[in-house]
Protein backbone atom coordinates (compact mmCIF):
# COMPACT_ATOMS: atom_id res chain seq x y z
CA UNK A 1 0.00 0.00 0.00
CA UNK A 2 1.51 3.10 -0.71
CA UNK A 3 1.62 5.99 1.68
CA UNK A 4 0.71 8.96 -0.56
CA UNK A 5 -0.04 11.12 2.07
CA UNK A 6 3.49 11.67 3.16
CA UNK A 7 5.41 14.64 1.87
CA UNK A 8 8.66 12.75 1.20
CA UNK A 9 6.75 10.51 -1.47
CA UNK A 10 4.59 13.25 -3.18
CA UNK A 11 7.88 15.28 -4.75
CA UNK A 12 9.99 13.98 -8.17
CA UNK A 13 13.21 13.49 -6.97
CA UNK A 14 13.02 14.73 -3.42
CA UNK A 15 15.71 12.63 -2.16
CA UNK A 16 18.08 13.87 -4.19
CA UNK A 17 17.10 17.35 -3.19
CA UNK A 18 17.51 16.93 0.04
CA UNK A 19 20.53 16.63 0.04
CA UNK A 20 21.61 19.50 -1.96
CA UNK A 21 19.57 22.04 -0.01
CA UNK A 22 20.94 20.69 3.56
CA UNK A 23 23.13 23.76 3.78
CA UNK A 24 20.71 26.00 2.23
CA UNK A 25 19.15 29.09 3.97
CA UNK A 26 15.78 29.14 4.34
CA UNK A 27 15.28 32.67 2.48
CA UNK A 28 18.81 32.56 0.90
CA UNK A 29 18.11 30.09 -2.03
CA UNK A 30 21.33 28.64 -2.17
CA UNK A 31 21.94 26.74 -4.61
CA UNK A 32 20.05 28.63 -7.52
CA UNK A 33 16.87 27.17 -8.18
CA UNK A 34 17.17 27.53 -12.09
CA UNK A 35 19.21 24.33 -12.22
CA UNK A 36 16.84 21.57 -13.21
CA UNK A 37 17.98 19.11 -15.78
CA UNK A 38 14.77 19.88 -18.18
CA UNK A 39 15.35 23.57 -18.75
CA UNK A 40 13.88 27.08 -18.99
CA UNK A 41 10.62 27.32 -20.37
CA UNK A 42 11.65 29.36 -24.08
CA UNK A 43 9.49 32.41 -23.44
CA UNK A 44 7.04 33.79 -20.98
CA UNK A 45 3.99 32.85 -22.58
CA UNK A 46 3.25 29.77 -20.71
CA UNK A 47 0.51 27.97 -21.85
CA UNK A 48 -1.05 24.60 -20.46
CA UNK A 49 -2.81 21.51 -22.28
CA UNK A 50 -4.37 18.57 -20.76
CA UNK A 51 -4.20 15.64 -23.28
CA UNK A 52 -5.72 13.68 -20.39
CA UNK A 53 -8.32 11.38 -22.06
CA UNK A 54 -10.44 10.01 -19.02
CA UNK A 55 -12.82 12.54 -17.85
CA UNK A 56 -12.75 12.09 -14.07
CA UNK A 57 -8.78 12.41 -14.12
CA UNK A 58 -9.06 15.60 -16.55
CA UNK A 59 -11.81 17.64 -13.36
CA UNK A 60 -10.11 16.19 -10.81
CA UNK A 61 -6.45 18.16 -11.94
CA UNK A 62 -7.74 20.72 -14.55
CA UNK A 63 -9.06 23.24 -11.78
CA UNK A 64 -5.89 23.22 -10.27
CA UNK A 65 -3.99 24.14 -12.91
CA UNK A 66 -6.19 26.93 -13.66
CA UNK A 67 -6.09 28.04 -10.18
CA UNK A 68 -4.94 26.51 -6.80
CA UNK A 69 -1.76 24.78 -8.10
CA UNK A 70 -1.12 26.70 -11.25
CA UNK A 71 -2.71 30.14 -11.89
CA UNK A 72 -2.79 31.12 -8.55
CA UNK A 73 0.68 31.12 -8.22
CA UNK A 74 2.22 31.30 -11.28
CA UNK A 75 0.21 34.40 -12.65
CA UNK A 76 1.32 36.90 -9.97
CA UNK A 77 4.55 36.89 -12.33
CA UNK A 78 5.76 38.53 -15.40
CA UNK A 79 4.93 34.65 -16.77
CA UNK A 80 1.65 34.62 -19.09
CA UNK A 81 0.17 31.75 -17.78
CA UNK A 82 -2.83 30.55 -19.83
CA UNK A 83 -4.66 27.46 -21.10
CA UNK A 84 -5.03 26.31 -24.05
CA UNK A 85 -7.26 23.69 -26.34
CA UNK A 86 -4.64 23.57 -28.95
CA UNK A 87 -3.31 20.39 -29.66
CA UNK A 88 -0.62 22.70 -31.45
CA UNK A 89 3.74 21.78 -30.88
CA UNK A 90 3.91 24.62 -29.03
CA UNK A 91 1.82 24.72 -26.28
CA UNK A 92 4.52 24.68 -23.74
CA UNK A 93 2.67 22.09 -20.94
CA UNK A 94 0.99 19.40 -21.82
CA UNK A 95 -0.33 17.11 -18.66
CA UNK A 96 -2.06 13.62 -17.93
CA UNK A 97 -2.74 11.06 -15.82
CA UNK A 98 -0.48 7.65 -16.03
CA UNK A 99 0.14 4.72 -14.24
CA UNK A 100 2.74 4.10 -12.03
CA UNK A 101 4.42 1.56 -14.48
CA UNK A 102 4.88 4.44 -16.50
CA UNK A 103 9.04 4.61 -17.61
CA UNK A 104 9.03 8.07 -16.45
CA UNK A 105 8.15 7.80 -12.97
CA UNK A 106 9.93 6.08 -10.31
CA UNK A 107 8.56 4.26 -7.49
CA UNK A 108 6.90 6.47 -5.06
CA UNK A 109 7.06 9.40 -7.17
CA UNK A 110 3.74 10.80 -8.30
CA UNK A 111 4.56 13.68 -10.49
CA UNK A 112 7.18 14.28 -13.06
CA UNK A 113 8.26 16.77 -15.76
CA UNK A 114 10.38 15.83 -18.97
CA UNK A 115 11.03 18.40 -21.76
CA UNK A 116 9.70 16.55 -25.36
CA UNK A 117 10.67 19.50 -27.62
CA UNK A 118 13.71 21.38 -26.97
CA UNK A 119 14.31 24.43 -28.42
CA UNK A 120 17.64 25.20 -27.73
CA UNK A 121 20.20 23.62 -25.58
CA UNK A 122 18.42 24.91 -22.32
CA UNK A 123 15.07 25.42 -23.19
CA UNK A 124 12.34 23.67 -23.79
CA UNK A 125 9.65 23.67 -26.50
CA UNK A 126 6.89 21.57 -25.06
CA UNK A 127 7.14 19.93 -21.91
CA UNK A 128 5.10 16.66 -20.78
CA UNK A 129 3.72 16.42 -17.08
CA UNK A 130 3.45 13.40 -16.06
CA UNK A 131 0.76 12.55 -12.61
CA UNK A 132 0.28 8.72 -11.37
CA UNK A 133 -2.73 7.85 -11.40
CA UNK A 134 -2.28 7.13 -7.36
CA UNK A 135 -1.90 10.72 -6.32
CA UNK A 136 -5.68 11.35 -6.42
CA UNK A 137 -5.62 9.36 -2.99
CA UNK A 138 -3.06 12.61 -1.50
CA UNK A 139 -5.21 15.31 0.16
CA UNK A 140 -6.68 17.95 -2.32
CA UNK A 141 -3.52 20.29 -0.57
CA UNK A 142 -1.05 17.88 -1.75
CA UNK A 143 -2.47 17.56 -4.94
CA UNK A 144 -2.18 21.48 -5.41
CA UNK A 145 1.18 21.23 -4.35
CA UNK A 146 2.14 18.78 -7.00
CA UNK A 147 0.69 20.85 -9.89
CA UNK A 148 2.78 23.83 -8.43
CA UNK A 149 6.00 21.76 -8.07
CA UNK A 150 5.43 20.19 -11.16
CA UNK A 151 5.45 23.62 -13.05
CA UNK A 152 7.51 24.91 -11.39
CA UNK A 153 10.21 22.66 -13.36
CA UNK A 154 8.33 23.48 -16.57
CA UNK A 155 9.58 27.15 -15.42
CA UNK A 156 12.91 25.97 -14.81
CA UNK A 157 13.55 25.28 -10.93
CA UNK A 158 15.06 22.31 -9.91
CA UNK A 159 13.90 20.47 -7.24
CA UNK A 160 14.48 22.80 -3.53
CA UNK A 161 17.35 24.93 -3.06
CA UNK A 162 14.87 27.77 -3.02
CA UNK A 163 12.84 28.91 0.15
CA UNK A 164 12.09 25.98 2.49
CA UNK A 165 8.44 25.49 2.94
CA UNK A 166 7.64 26.54 -1.30
CA UNK A 167 6.04 23.70 -2.91
CA UNK A 168 9.80 23.49 -4.89
CA UNK A 169 11.02 22.50 -1.61
CA UNK A 170 10.66 19.64 0.77
CA UNK A 171 6.99 22.80 1.87
CA UNK A 172 3.38 21.13 1.23
CA UNK A 173 1.99 24.66 1.23
CA UNK A 174 1.24 24.87 -2.64
CA UNK A 175 2.65 28.01 -2.83
CA UNK A 176 5.41 29.42 -4.41
CA UNK A 177 7.21 32.46 -1.86
CA UNK A 178 8.73 35.71 -3.35
CA UNK A 179 11.99 34.27 -3.77
CA UNK A 180 10.62 31.94 -6.48
CA UNK A 181 8.47 34.73 -7.52
CA UNK A 182 10.95 36.81 -8.31
CA UNK A 183 13.76 34.24 -9.95
CA UNK A 184 11.12 33.87 -12.11
CA UNK A 185 10.50 37.42 -13.19
CA UNK A 186 14.29 38.29 -13.43
CA UNK A 187 14.27 35.25 -15.54
CA UNK A 188 11.05 35.56 -18.24
ZN1 LIG B 1 10.58 17.81 -8.49
Not at 131 to 141: H, P, R, V
Not at 148 to 169: I, N, R, W
Request: aromatic letters at 10%.
Amino acid sequence: MKTWHTTAIVLCCLAVSVTTVSAANAWGGSPAPFTGPQGFADDSSHSHRTIESTASDRNNWQWRFDGAGGEDNYEPTDLSFWKTTSNSSWVDVKWYVTTQSNSHLSAGVAGTVYCAVWASSTTCDSFRLLIADDADEMSSLLQNNLVCHELGHTVGFADGGTLQHSCMDGGDNNMLRPYERGKINARY
